[in-house]
């Protein structure tokens, strides 16, 4: 009787973790399977989420999980405000998506495998929006294997999603110590383009050739020099290239009311293009009118239009620079004044 006691013992150790691992990996092994091939089914290398499969992949298996997701916060009704610019952000996190999976091939690489590029959108989830405790956009959030609640996962910096996929890249990396690769883009003009455009230059060369001969292009006509100088300086004194590398929008909408727009916005941190463009305009308009006195008054011999010009342009000057300091006072909030001598007070 003692005998078959030990022999039913040993045969119970030999069975019983041999059947828990069986009701545990062959769940993991499934869900790793279709996060893959629904990888594979988009063209972006995100796979959608909804409130079904965040439980599927997220809150329902067993902690560890063999694989870290990247979860990207959408909301299509958003995208038509520019002050988000969820339309360029979802873009890069495609472009980082697809990088991922480029310097980790599935199949080949076992990280490919350890890392998820996803997204979830407000109007079909909620109640997943919810559970993350995410109530601003944009958002990415990066769930680790060892994450017990959705709302303790680590949150991008704002600072970090402005700098778009190459930012994004490195708190990623931070976080799940996989690295992500070299960024690839896209590039900006497809073969057809490209062949087209050669096209073209191949046949209008011989034109331009003969024309520079003979002296008889745009570039031998002082006018459009003239024009092309201002144009620069315009574009330069309105912060132009701030608002391209920065994606500001021209205006926005009122948060108080939607009805009105938004050209000036008070603060230092933020300026839009319509600022940049009065201010702009302003400079270029005192610039014009030193290159007049300086080219063109000073070979006007009647002394009369001399002095009427000139006090036309100090007074027009004098209101243009006023303007630009009372904007600069209204968004920093720091007084400019003028600076007298001591003895004249």
Known sequence: MTAQIVVCLVFLLAVLPSTGRSKSEPSFSEQVAELVSLRSQSSTGII????RSVSRFL?????PRPYSIVIFFDAAHLHSKPELQLPGLRSEFSILAKSFLSAHPDGEDPASRQVFFCDIEFKDSQSSFALFGVNSIPHVRVVLP???SMKDADAMDQSDLSRLA???ARFIESRTKIPVGPIIRPPPFSKTQIALALTVVAIWTPFAIRKVLKGDTLLHDKTVWLIGAVFVYFFSVAGTMHNIIRKMPMFMVDRNDPSKLVFFYQGSGMQLGA?????GFLYTLVGLLLAGITHG???VSNRTVQRAFMLVAMVVSFWAV????QLDNWKTGYGIHMFWPTSWS
Do not use: N, W
């Open 166 to 168: 190459d930012s994004m």
């Open 59 to 63: 809150t329902s298996v067993p902690i």
């Open 275 to 279: 600022e940049g463009f009065a201010v």
């Open 322 to 325: 006023s303007k630009v300091v």
């Open 297 to 299: 008054l000073v070979k």
């Open 146 to 148: 060892d994450v017990t």
């Open 48 to 51: 959608r989420l909804d409130d």
